[in-house]
């Protein structure tokens, strides 16, 4: 098929309907409006439903409703709407249900303003809402990126049936770039067939529900779930750019992960060993890609926009196997491939 | 060496510089080139000025969004003011002439060049097609797409209710590289 | 002598003993939803939502295929089932709490955009299972855990009266007000619900119907007396009736 040209936000749109997503459920919020307007055209044109609903609350449990049924759906907002889904996200966790939701996020805390900000990292990857659960997250770093992992996300979401988060930011839901579209697909139906809700008919009545009270049950739910998030490792995706004779390896997602590739390239014009690995998938985090790379003698950095979050992960992904630094880059300012310059060199030559 | 150009269009809201900047980057794809484009969020945003970036490669873009760009099309005088400073040495600064004094440009260090959009614009009988002028001026100063690419891609950028105007929008991309190959005939 | 079968509990009605207390009338509401729905043949096509509180374990007593909803949240989540599985017959089950406090926007949006769906609304005027704290519907001068000196309206307001509330909307086709005390009003209540259940299988929009409800626990009462109060002091408040059936008045 030829490429189009669009924004992320459409991208993840489009995404959403050739996976086969037939039911959206949003709020209005800056910056990712784009795609409840487009979904409120397309949607029904492609014979699905489109709801603007009441509050990102109500519109996280029709996503809830939706999964429940089977079907594939999906909810989009930004930070502080992210945050009030954080209960529906948490029950569809509780009671095995897959979901689609999508956080072109903004600055925070709070209001914050509506430019990029990397500030939901810890939201997103460590459950967000109350209890012990795990969403998949992926993070596009391309328009083309956005279009793929969305309908990827859907994939991911009936396998595992679970929550799965589609991190981006407002450069990745802004930015417009050529994507190359695939081939619509319906859903099929038999990826619910065992689980999902439509009356009974003639098999016995189900019950989809988080609350286990009978002694043991809650317990031995929570290790199904953690049982999953293990086999959920699999999915784990990465990117490296440069990385086999780096001595320095900065670790990036999302836009600021291509933003510190232009600052690498740069680096590497001066005679620099650095090199690039953008986690794709944040959870499961790529930690076997990083303590490979450490294994072979490499040193660590990762730059985000936020002031502090996914190195966390990464040096307990390290556990020690090697030092890894960090430059946060403040939210309310537009990175650009200048600003890392500096901070990867120093970081590059306090180890030689 | 690779090919690369990136740009910075600027002006007033309504001048139509996010439409000058869809259309040189769906031109850069339909060339075959990476493209990326980004309309600017956060402080830059303030002050009445619009302004995009693009980036043109044959290699995978990193950096959508630039600092110290290339090139610099700036529709009126704040968004030279704003960006000239920014641009790289040797770099590209064109300028619409019919609003900005030509003396403000920082010549020497860059390489300025001076169009008239408004003027060639209200001539072909339209202002409103001075960043059609601008852009035709722009792709011939750097030859990082075909003007025929351009043209071509018009009819995609365009939406359908204005197709009747897609010859006025090829007319003032021509007179743009016309004004160029005119008056620059060794620089352009 | 001939055997005659005078009475057959309805089939999806589960047959265990309940976790109700004596008295309650979630038992009565549940046992009147299982014998409506197989009246009208819908319990095969059944998706119940139901909400948090007493009513939370419907899915125990009334076998369909449920779903749980988070507290106030479960008209959401039945528009997302019922415009995900359409063909599908949706009812949401919730108390006063989850209904008219926690749940009041999503209950207003759902009715407003007349969702095809059945609202049954369990009001007994108070808490039951945090332990018979202050609902939005508790009378005035009403005792609660919360308001040991009964409800003032100065500082908690007036009981909110939510089937009056609903029959203003343009979305609603359907609203009644019913109890279950006494057997009069049961026969009404069970028209009401057979009317609800219809609307939505003529795919005629929302259908809400108010429960009054007993909780002699909360009340500190018997049953006895708890059914009285229902007679003697709800049912002044919340009058009893069909407050709107559109098609009917239509037609």
């Known amino acids: 098929m030829s490429k189009i040209f669009v924004k992320g936000n459409e991208a993840i749109a489009r995404g959403a309907l050739d996976a086969g997503c037939s039911c959206y459920f949003g709020y209005p919020i800056t910056p990712q409006n784009d795609i409840p307007e487009f979904m409120s055209t397309a949607l029904p044109k492609a014979g699905g439903q489109f709801v603007q609903a009441e509050s990102e609350i109500a519109a996280a449990n029709m996503l809830l409703g939706a999964g429940a049924c089977g079907i594939r759906a999906m909810t989009s907002s930004s930070s502080p709407g992210i945050s009030l889904k954080q209960e529906a996200i948490s029950y569809m966790a509780g009671s095995d249900l897959p979901g689609v939701i999508v956080n072109i996020s903004r600055g925070g805390p709070g209001l914050g303003d509506i430019g990029p900000s990397q500030g939901d990292y810890f939201q997103a990857v460590k459950g967000g809402g109350h209890g012990d659960y795990r969403q998949l997250v992926l993070a596009p770093g391309t328009v083309q990126e956005a279009y793929d992992l969305t309908m990827l996300a859907f994939d991911l979401a009936f396998a595992y049936r679970n929550p799965v988060m589609i991190l981006g930011d407002a450069i990745i839901g802004q930015m417009m770039e050529p994507v190359r579209l695939h081939r619509r697909k319906a859903q099929d139906s038999a990826e619910s067939e065992s689980w999902r809700l439509e009356g009974f008919g003639k098999r016995m009545p189900r019950v989809i529900k988080s609350l286990r009270l009978a002694e043991g049950t809650l317990g031995k739910h929570n290790e199904h779930l953690q049982q999953k998030y293990t086999a959920a490792r699999r999915e784990c995706r990465h990117e490296e750019f440069m990385t086999e004779d780096a001595e320095l390896i900065v670790v990036a997602f999302g836009s600021i992960g291509r933003i510190a590739k232009s600052t690498i390239r740069r680096l590497r014009q001066q005679g620099h060993r650095v090199g690039l690995l953008r986690p794709i998938t944040l959870f499961p985090f790529p930690s076997r890609a990083l303590q490979d790379l450490a294994e072979n003698g490499k040193r660590f950095m990762t730059i985000e926009h936020n002031m502090g979050q996914m190195v966390e992960d990464a040096r307990l992904a390290l556990c020690g196997l090697a030092p890894c630094g960090f430059y946060g880059h403040l939210p309310g300012n537009l990175p650009t491939p200048d600003d890392f310059e500096g901070p990867i060199l120093k970081e590059f030559n306090s180890g030689t | 060496m690779s090919i690369y150009q990136d740009a910075i269009i600027a002006g007033f809201g309504g001048q139509g510089v996010m439409l000058m900047g869809t259309l040189l980057a769906v031109s850069a794809m339909e060339s075959d080139m990476e493209v990326t484009y980004i309309p600017v969020y956060g402080p830059e945003m303030r002050g009445g000025t619009a302004n995009c970036t693009v980036v043109i490669s044959d290699e995978e873009i990193g950096s959508p969004i630039i600092r110290r760009p290339l090139s610099l099309i700036a529709m009126n005088r704040p968004s030279l003011e704003k960006f000239q400073p920014l641009v790289r040495d040797n770099g590209v600064v064109l300028i619409n002439s019919s609003l900005v004094e030509p003396d403000l440009t920082d010549n020497g260090r860059i390489r300025a060049f001076s169009v008239p959009v408004n003027d060639i614009a209200a001539e072909l009988g339209n202002l409103r097609l001075a960043n059609m002028v601008a852009l035709g001026a722009y792709v011939r100063i750097t030859g990082i797409i075909a003007l025929e690419a351009v043209i071509k891609s018009l009819s995609r950028v365009i939406p359908e209710r204005y197709h009747h105007l897609l010859g006025h929008n090829t007319r003032a991309l021509e007179a743009g590289a016309a004004e160029i190959r005119d008056k620059y005939p060794s620089g352009g | ?251």
């Open chain 3, 1 to 251: 002598m001939q055997e005659v079968l005078a009475y057959k509990s309805p089939e999806i009605l589960a047959d265990t003993p309940t976790h109700f207390c004596p008295g309650c009338h979630h038992g009565i509401v549940h046992k009147l939803l299982a014998a409506c729905l197989e009246e009208k043949e819908l319990a095969e096509k059944s998706i119940c939502v139901a909400a948090i509180g007493c009513g939370a374990f419907i899915y125990n007593y009334v076998l369909v295929d449920s779903l749980e909803a988070p507290h106030g949240r479960a008209p959401a989540v039945a528009t997302g089932v019922k415009r995900s599985s359409p063909d599908s017959f949706v009812f949401v089950y919730q108390g006063d709490g989850d209904l008219a406090s926690i749940g009041l926007a999503e209950i207003m949006h759902a009715a407003n955009r007349g969702e095809r769906i059945t609202v049954v609304y369990v009001n007994n005027t108070v808490y039951g299972m945090t332990g018979g704290q202050m609902a939005p519907t508790t009378m005035v001068g009403q005792k609660t855990t919360t308001t040991p000196g009964g409800r003032q309206p100065e500082l908690d307001g007036f009981p909110l009266q939510m089937a009056e509330i609903m029959s203003r909307l343009r979305g609603v086709h359907f609203a009644a007000r019913v109890a279950v005390n006494n057997i009069k009003n049961l026969k009404k209540a069970k028209k009401a619900l057979l009317r609800a259940f219809e609307v939505q299988k003529l795919g005629m929009g929302f259908g809400f119907v108010e429960f009054l409800a007993s909780c002699p626990t909360n009340w500190r009462m018997t049953p006895v007396e708890a059914n009285e109060r229902v007679a003697g002091e709800m049912i002044p408040y919340f009058p009893l009736g069909v407050l709107k059936d559109a098609v009917a008045e239509e037609g």
